[in-house]
């Protein structure tokens, strides 16, 4: 049976027909599907871009992974302008014969589809992998319609997952209570997150007093979600107590050069490093070298990089927001938009050897959970039910 997969993820097609993704979205990702489904037709927005050099870890086309191209879009002006032409391809796609249908929400294009499902009484599943109530919560971004974006994406999201078959949570909670499937329907959580036994530290990380600490985070800067203006302002507080740190920064987008400026506006462009988009080898790399991984989100589902440090034995803090409290001790979260209560979370961890190696350890820990064997088989319950019951 195939898949059709319905994502927000924007792609570039190259002129030998090559589609291409992110460390995110690419051919890793998709095998995970085939292990149940002999085919995927990924729905999505694709650019052709014909002189595009892409990186072969990023490939997200091949033999058995093909795409239904939505015309490419950035911003909502620029969706209402190819807002018909959006809906033709969807029209054209919605009713396709021996598949599976699996959205990845929110998003705009997994409600439209959802909503030609719900016309014809197909059954489909939801992948539910971030809140809208939280991403356009005050504070979070800076728009004139921020508001409206907030209510408009939380009913949305909620009347698309009430209305699956089958629901599957990148939280153990969170998404839940908010966005409760309906009394029938197939449910089941698995963070995006693989993790394998050989990427998980042999060791705890120990404490090791330093005259300058290394801190770690790790996002895209496209939008300010990751909060990296929170913890560039932390690292400028924690100068004026005594406590002196260098923050790396993976990940890239349009604001990391208003960021970079910020650095330069507080004093402290030579203690802040961005590093841009690396692969998978480099972030294990970065994370272990570092001291302390920060996520200063303003909304989150379940990250995959709190993880990925926690693997690595480091101590981490993060915000009050998503799923991060399902990851992370009550005694290492802060508000978000605080980088006065930030800075000094990280000044009581990077001061207290005791409770550095207690969480350094326990984050070894609960990484056991996220064991790519243990997630494998909550995917494979949410695939086979949907398969056994798709509309034919």
Same mark, same amino acid.
């Given at each position: 049976? @195939?898949?059709?997969?319905?994502?927000?993820?924007?792609?570039?097609?190259? @002129?030998?027909?090559?589609?291409?993704?992110?460390?995110?979205?690419?051919?890793?990702?998709?095998?995970?599907?085939?292990?149940?489904?002999?085919?995927?037709?990924?729905?999505?927005?694709?650019?052709?871009?014909?002189?595009?050099?892409?990186?072969?870890?990023?490939?997200?086309?091949?033999?058995?992974?093909?795409?239904?191209?939505?015309?490419?879009?950035?911003?909502?002006?620029?969706?209402?302008?190819?807002?018909?032409?959006?809906?033709?391809?969807?029209?054209?796609?919605?009713?396709?014969?021996?598949?599976?249908?699996?959205?990845?929400?929110?998003?705009?294009?997994?409600?439209?589809?959802?909503?030609?499902?719900?016309?014809?009484?197909?059954?489909? #599943?939801?992948?539910?992998? #971030?809140?809208?109530?939280?991403?356009?919560?005050?504070?979070?971004?800076?728009?004139?319609?921020?508001?409206?974006?907030?209510?408009?994406?939380?009913?949305?999201?909620?009347?698309?997952?009430?209305?699956?078959?089958?629901?599957?949570?990148?939280?153990?909670?969170?998404?839940?209570?908010?966005?409760?499937? @309906?009394?029938?329907?197939?449910?089941?959580?698995?963070?995006?997150?693989?993790?394998?036994?050989?990427?998980?530290?042999?060791?705890?990380?120990?404490?090791?007093?330093?005259?300058?600490?290394?801190?770690?985070?790790?996002?895209?800067?496209?939008?300010?979600?990751? #909060?990296?203006?929170?913890?560039?302002?932390?690292?400028?507080?924690?100068?004026?107590?005594?406590?002196?740190?260098?923050?790396?920064?993976?990940?890239?987008?349009?604001?990391?050069?208003?960021?970079?400026?910020?650095?330069?506006?507080?004093?402290?462009?030579?203690?802040?490093?961005?590093?841009?988009?690396?692969?998978?080898?480099?972030?294990?790399?970065?994370?272990?070298?570092?001291?302390?991984?920060?996520?200063?989100?303003?909304?989150?589902?379940?990250?995959?990089?709190?993880?990925?440090?926690?693997?690595?034995?480091?101590?981490?803090?993060?915000?009050?927001?998503?799923?991060?409290?399902?990851?992370?001790?009550?005694?290492?979260?802060?508000?978000?938009?605080?980088?006065?209560?930030?800075?000094?979370?990280?000044?009581?961890?990077?001061?207290?050897?005791?409770?550095?190696? @207690?969480?350094?350890?326990?984050?070894?820990?609960?990484?056991?959970?996220?064991?790519?064997?243990?997630?494998?088989?909550?995917?494979?319950?949410?695939?086979?039910?949907?398969?056994?019951?798709?509309?034919?």
């Amino acid at each position: 049976m @195939k898949l059709v997969f319905v994502t927000e993820a924007r792609f570039i097609k190259d @002129k030998e027909g090559r589609v291409y993704g992110n460390s995110s979205f690419n051919l890793n990702l998709w095998n995970r599907y085939l292990e149940a489904f002999t085919e995927i037709r990924i729905m999505a927005r694709v650019a052709f871009e014909p002189d595009y050099q892409g990186n072969k870890d990023d490939l997200a086309s091949s033999g058995q992974v093909s795409f239904i191209e939505l015309p490419h879009y950035i911003g909502p002006l620029d969706y209402l302008k190819k807002y018909k032409k959006i809906n033709q391809v969807i029209d054209s796609n919605v009713n396709e014969p021996d598949s599976v249908y699996i959205c990845r929400i929110p998003g705009n294009i997994g409600s439209l589809v959802i909503q030609r499902m719900r016309k014809t009484g197909r059954s489909f #599943g939801v992948e539910v992998v #971030g809140d809208p109530w939280d991403v356009f919560a005050p504070g979070s971004i800076k728009h004139p319609l921020r508001a409206f974006f907030r209510i408009k994406g939380y009913l949305s999201l909620k009347k698309s997952v009430a209305a699956a078959q089958a629901v599957l949570y990148v939280t153990k909670e969170a998404l839940q209570k908010r966005y409760p499937a @309906k009394g029938d329907a197939f449910t089941t959580y698995a963070s995006d997150v693989k993790i394998s036994k050989n990427i998980i530290a042999s060791s705890e990380k120990k404490y090791d007093k330093k005259e300058i600490y290394n801190i770690i985070s790790i996002g895209s800067l496209d939008q300010m979600y990751k #909060g990296p203006d929170i913890l560039i302002n932390a690292v400028k507080i924690l100068n004026s107590h005594g406590l002196v740190c260098h923050l790396t920064w993976l990940g890239d987008g349009k604001f990391m050069q208003s960021m970079k400026d910020l650095a330069v506006n507080l004093n402290v462009q030579n203690q802040i490093f961005f590093k841009g988009n690396v692969n998978s080898e480099e972030v294990r790399e970065n994370l272990k070298n570092s001291d302390l991984f920060v996520l200063a989100s303003k909304t989150e589902g379940l990250p995959r990089a709190i993880i990925e440090a926690m693997a690595m034995g480091l101590p981490c803090i993060g915000t009050n927001v998503g799923g991060i409290p399902e990851l992370l001790e009550q005694d290492v979260l802060v508000e978000k938009n605080n980088a006065e209560k930030l800075a000094l979370k990280i000044l009581s961890v990077l001061k207290d050897e005791s409770f550095y190696n @207690k969480q350094s350890k326990r984050n070894l820990q609960e990484t056991q959970q996220y064991l790519q064997e243990s997630l494998d088989r909550k995917r494979l319950g949410f695939y086979e039910y949907l398969k056994n019951n798709a509309t034919k």
